[in-house]
């Protein structure tokens, strides 16, 4: 910093000298007057290494007492100013509000402009969209699998450019995403509605897309999990997987999104999964002694050899999490680092938990162990100054070298504001499924004093119902005397609300899918909600009660619950702390569940296709090989919104051909000194009836579109 200091104090006098020989001059920006050779050549092997680090600062743990990290202590700030970290990464902890994530966010940048390198850091978040989001106040737009419902990439540009504009108001200049995972696998517990599908070219078409909507804010992008996180039946924050295909295999699958991604990502982040058909060096496991295979993250084979040799990708390679039970519960946290280093990985994300002093002590050690690697030959400098000047190269090109504070005043305009949130809900019912609609129960036609009875698995998805009549409502779509019974069925049995059913004109009702054991009825801890499902969808139809039943998670369950009379799949379940008030910065709330709402009473006509192939459950609720629904099923009807848009368009074209036709007729008989009402009056009223139609079919086909 004082490096810098000098530079700018040196530049300002340069400039004053050119005003006075009126030649202009023009400042030079912080970092920006150093090329990347230079700033390399500056720095020492234990700087090179920090810079190849993203810390996370989640928390912070002192006298008994842990608080989550909003603005940076007196210890915080001083590791940051006292070494040379390249980034951080920021969770839903550290993200509560906008003012007060610029803050920090800021504070971080300042920090780090104080450390001897003064290079200002990566600052990120995973700001997937739908179920993984950090934003507190933001927009938590759909995530991945409903956009794949879509089919329609362009929506997949825009819902990254709302993330991006809002990621980046707050000082968040990466973004961990977009997941680039085929979900192949419909047991795969950690990616599932992550994914945007089963189909690699699908997943390419709209990832591709994602990239673009958030570089067009100015935001670097993650492409993750390399090779390919989808067929996996383990999550790697618990488990180490492993997938047993070849190269060929995936080469024709997981690899495809990632064939085009290399020519346009900022970053790939790798998966801790096994590939032992590829990847055949082995370690043995600190956890079980045994011999494991070297999972991609820490694979030479999968990262020089196929990553950057096969398909020539020369950005930048991060790790995922380091903390995750794949690495930490198996590799010595030495090796783990010097394996992912000599296999080309440039970043180490959170190589361990810092929430003490103890903590930064042990991240210190950490940095002198490694940096010892490198001077014992273990890792070569020549390795390390290739991935620094990757790294240093992507923050010039991005700029985010050349700092500035975002403005409060502006991002309060943009975080979580009614237009992002309007979109946001636009694509999420464009994304709406419909799987099933017997007998055309949807739309629901409730009529005046109309009741729904509405049950749901968790106290937090009740007010999505009264968001969603309320825009009904006011869109002329369902009276305004129509109410809703909501009921949360969480440690209750259906038998309960038979009252409930009989006083009800409608039935709806909600599942949650997060794993297979959320359809198991045999599953004694996780099963509740499939065996509430089966036992109230009898107890409906033995009231002469219909069912519509909303897929609100993953979309497999849609095959199990089969008996019900209308289906609808919303991909995302996150619910509504609540309501939304217009004029405040309010909690960030779920877009699917309510477009699903909206949708089932034709607020919305559902055009969404199923971006999985949905298979049928055995009575051991294991997925068969038999597609019950496959990818790209979808049925439609035509919402009552726009029946009512296009009525009330035709009757005002109408009307004023009617007055056209008027004012026709009288002209013309006033000229031809006759009162007759038809004389001269068909051609002209022809001709304003086909303009006015044709304005309105215009008009119904923007609106499809």
Known sequence: MRKAKKLAALFSAAAVAFSTMGITAVAAESGSEKTVGQMLSEMTTEQKLEQMMMITLRSWSEGGETVNTTSLNDAQKKLIE?????????????????????????????????????????????QEGGIIYRLGT?????????????????????????????????????????????????????????????????????????????????????????????????DSHTGLPLIDKSYDELKALELVPYAEAANVTDIIMTAHIQFPQIETETYTSKLSGEQINIPATLSKTMIT????????????????????????????????AVLAINADVDIILEPMTIETDEDIAAVEKYIEDIAQQVRDGKISEETIDKSVTR?????????????????????????????????????????????????????????DNGKVAYFFPYAN????????????????????????????????????????IRNADAVILSLEMYDRGNIDKSNETRGWQARFADDLIELAHRNNKKVVYISANIPYDTAVFSDADAILAAYCANGMAKLPVDGEENPAYGVNYPAAIITAFGGNSPTGKLPVDVYTVDENAKFTDEIRYPLGFGLSYKSEKAVTETTTAVTSASTATTTAAKSSTATTASKAGTSSPNTGSSAPALAAIILALSGTAAFAARKKK
């Open 82 to 126: 006292e070494h040379n970290f390249g980034g951080i990464c920021l969770f839903a902890s550290n993200i509560q509000s906008t003012e007060q994530t610029i803050g920090l966010t800021d504070e971080i940048q300042q920090a780090a402009m104080k450390s001897e390198c003064g290079i200002p850091m990566l600052i990120s978040a995973d």
């Open 138 to 234: 933001g927009t938590p737009t759909s995530g991945n699998m409903a956009i794949g419902a879509t089919n329609d990439a362009s929506l997949a540009y825009e819902n990254a450019k709302i993330i991006g504009s809002e990621i980046k108001a707050l000082g968040i200049n990466t973004d961990l995403a977009p997941v680039l995972d085929v979900n192949n696998n419909p047991s795969n517990p950690v990616i599932n509605i992550r994914s945007f599908s089963s189909d690699p070219e699908l997943v390419s078409k709209m990832g591709m897309e994602y990239i673009k909507g958030l570089q067009s804010e100015g935001v670097i992008t993650t492409c993750k999990h390399f090779p390919g996180h989808g067929d996996t039946g383990t």
């Open 305 to 336: 050899d196929v990553l950057r040799g096969d398909y020539s990708y020369d950005g930048v390679v991060m790790t995922d999490s380091m903390l995750m039970d794949a690495i930490r519960k198996n590799f010595d946290l030495i090796d783990s």
């Open 391 to 447: 790294i240093l190269n992507m923050k010039k090109e991005r700029g985010i070298l050349d700092y500035t504070a975002p403005s409060t005043e502006e991002a309060l305009k943009i975080v979580g504001s009614a237009e992002n949130r309007e979109k946001a809900l636009e694509i999420a019912e464009k994304g709406v499924t419909l799987v099933k609609n017997d007998g055309d129960l949807l739309p629901l036609k409730l009529g």
């Open 461 to 500: 998805v009740e007010l999505t119902m009264g968001f969603a009549l309320d825009r009904l409502k006011k869109d002329g779509v369902v009276a305004e005397s129509v109410t809703a019974d909501c009921v949360c069925y969480r440690n209750h049995n259906a038998d309960e609300f038979e009252e409930n």
